[in-house]
Structure formats: C-alpha cells, structure tokens
C-alpha cells in the first residue's frame, strides 16, 4: 500500500485525485454532462471498491485503472475528429460575448480556451488522447500507465511522443496564441478587446507557450471536482 495512503479516507482521496481524475474526463470527452458523469461513475465504482483494497498496486494505479475503464465507456460515443474537422470548428462562426453585468468576463475568457484545448486534443485517437493525459497532465510514468492501459511501457512512449508531435503540430499550424501566424481565426480574440481583457488573453498566451500546456491549464484555468458534489 501506498505509505501516504495508509488510512484510505475518502474525504483524502477525493481531494487528491478528484481534480486530476475530472479533468481528464473532461479533456476525453466534449461533452460536459458525460464528462462529469464518467467521473462520477468512477467515484462510485472506487467508494464500492476501497473495503477490498489489499494495496496489491499503488493506489494510484487503482484509481486510475478505475478511471480508464470508466472514460472509455463514456468515449464509445464520441467523436474522433478530423484535423480537417477541427479546423473548421476553429474558424466557425462569431461567439457571443456574455454582456451580462454580472457576469465574470474573464472567467469566460478562461472557459472558452478550456473548451479549445479539450477540441484540439480530439485530433488524438482514444487510446493516444487517454495516454498523453496520463502522462503530461496527471505525470504517471511510462510503466504505469502501461500497467493501466495494459500495454508495453516502450508502447505508452512511443505513443505519447508521437501524440505531442501531433498536437504541436496541430497548435502551430493552428492557434494564434501558439504561433501568431497560425491560421486560426481565434474568435476569441477580437472579442478580447470588446470586454477589455487584453490582459487575461496574454496570460492565455503565455500559457500556451509552453512546453507542457494542458499541465500548465491547471493553474490558470477553471478547475472542477466531479468527485467532492457526490
């Protein structure tokens, strides 16, 4: 058994792993009530499974075990999309700025580019998607995401190598916060200037930049719990 995880206290788990666990459900999947569902649905199965955990694997390993079976269950339905697809959707039609008074225009700003880092990660396949996530955001090593996956570690990495180069490809062609000549209409970005915001839309930028990107989206982007409102 994990040495942190001597006393498996709910409460502990949830707050240690909900973040990562939702997150990634909600990078798999577009839509967001299956999103939170598939996570939900994992929180179930691991609350059922904790009074026969013998800490045989980490725990770690178990939970997101758990959660691999659950998120690709909830996957069955949707989409692999095209690259040629997703550039469409990036140059589709003018978003609506929120103009409610009461309403956080920067938040919006930060929701809309959550929902672009999650499309462009749909230019991955299933597996590919769920393997890069495993590694880059939820920082699991080679070997364990091969036991989750049930593949070879010299597997996971060849896939993840070849996801990164994938979508760095797809952000350089692609997105303006990336590369300023990329092609994307970003509609974002006019909108920025209509709510003056250009700040948080270089903090976006910033962001993008960098190596890690969808790890770095943890600190500056809306996070959710799926697992703390069961």
Known sequence: ????????DTSTIAEKYGPLVSSICR?????????????????AEIIKGLPSFKGEAKLSTWIYTVTYHSVMHFCQKDKIYSTKFLRDYFHGDSLEVPYDIDYDKSLWIKEMCDKCLTGILHCLDRESRLAYLFRDVAQLSYEEIAVIMEQEPAAIRKTVSRSRKKLRNFLNNECVLFNPSGSCKCRMKNLVEDIMLPQEYQKLRRFVSRVNLYKESQSILPQKNYWISI
């Open 27 to 43: 990078r798999m999947i577009q839509n967001a009530e299956d999103a939170k569902d598939a996570a939900q649905e994992a929180w």
């Open 1 to 8: 058994m994990d040495s942190n995880t001597s006393v498996l």
